[in-house]
């Protein structure tokens, strides 16, 4: 069997990833679906963290929270990522994987408060370990906590798994047929040339600290898998 490429991983998972087709709300099947790759892939060695968005909750700038205050509606969101996070722990429980969720903002009666040095501990006793609530602080999305994580636990890239889109290319290939696909991306150039991958602050983190950011689909979710071993899938950032 091939040895898996990678060590130690953050997963970042958006909202909707759990959400199936309708778009909303938490789809049990998905969620068992997510949790057997994650099975899998931890079976193999590989020590896996994992970052959940909430959108399928609650969306911030562009959408439930018009007319809020800003710090408001992300704290909110904060707490929908709490709730997926549950689920997808229990989830891998059932798959006898024994799981950590940790919290940036502390709610000690479901789940542990964020400590890195605890999580790395957890990470190297075969635990899957999922970070939830963000950074604890609005303004700031769950792209820049997977960021933020995975430089305090020295990950060795980011896993970003993406709805609807196998890779990242140079304008929305559902409106432009002639849409170019990258296979490889420097940090700079998603910068410069402002493309969907991460928002400015979390990119500008993963090229501080040398962080490769693999981008892939999660239409097929045995791409999990896959871009966990290392198989040649979507577009590297910062891979060099």
């Known amino acids: 069997m091939t040895e898996p490429k990678y060590k130690r991983v953050?997963?970042?998972?958006?909202?909707?990833?759990?959400a199936g087709a309708k778009g909303y709300g938490i789809d049990p099947q998905i969620v068992d679906a997510l949790a057997l790759q994650i099975s899998a892939v931890q079976q193999q060695g590989v020590e896996v963290a994992i970052v959940v968005g909430g959108g399928n909750i609650w969306?911030?700038?562009?959408?439930?929270?018009?007319?809020?205050?800003r710090a408001t509606a992300d704290y909110m969101g904060m707490l929908a990522t709490v709730i997926n996070s549950l689920a997808l722990k229990d989830a891998l429980e059932h798959h006898g994987v024994i799981?950590?969720?940790?919290?940036?903002?502390?709610?000690?009666?479901?789940?542990?408060p964020y400590i890195r040095l605890r999580a790395i501990r957890h990470l190297e006793k075969g635990r899957?370990?999922?970070?939830?609530?963000?950074?604890?602080?609005?303004?700031?999305?769950?792209?820049?906590?997977?960021?933020?994580?995975?430089?305090?636990?020295?990950?060795?890239?980011?896993?970003?798994a993406k709805k609807h889109a196998d890779g990242v290319y140079d304008s929305d290939p559902r409106k432009n047929p002639e849409a170019k696909k990258f296979k490889e991306l420097e940090y700079?150039?998603?910068?410069?040339k402002g493309l969907a991958v991460m928002d400015s602050t979390a990119t500008s983190l993963c090229m501080d600290n040398k962080i490769p950011i693999l981008v892939f689909s999660i239409d097929n979710i045995d791409n999990i898998y896959q871009a966990a071993m290392g198989e040649d899938l979507g577009t590297m950032v910062g891979g060099k």
Not at 59 to 69: A, I, N, Q
């Open 128 to 160: 899957v370990v999922i970070f939830a609530a963000g950074t604890g602080n609005p303004y700031f999305s769950t792209d820049t906590t997977a960021a933020l994580r995975a430089a305090e636990i020295e990950a060795e890239v980011i896993l970003m």
């Open 59 to 69: 969306r911030g700038l562009s959408g439930s929270s018009k007319g809020m205050d």
């Open 10 to 18: 953050v997963l970042k998972l958006s909202g909707e990833a759990l």
């Open 188 to 192: 700079i150039e998603v910068l410069s």
């Open 99 to 112: 799981t950590r969720v940790q919290t940036a903002i502390e709610m000690r009666q479901i789940a542990e």
